[in-house]
């Protein structure tokens, strides 16, 4: 599972938590940068704090998610019109 954060170390933008992933993760595990390994916070306090960050961060990834979709289309779209100028 990984949550967004600002890291004070390398200024990355993800951490994660070290424990294996489940469905109801504990308050106390710690979030620790994915690129330098710097702590962060616990998760309970990251999720006091960084609400309004995680709905931003979701609502970018939802936008990412749209944009690459439409360029996977457009890229079908376009393999089909040279398939049908082959045949
Ligand atoms: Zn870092």
Redesign the pocket.
Known sequence: MYYPIS?T????DLASTPGPVTAQPNDWEELN?T????FHATLGAWEEQQTPDRLRFLNKSRSLMMAMRREHDALIEQQHTKGERVA
């Open positions: 890291c170390r390398c200024g990355h940068c690129e330098c390994g710097e």
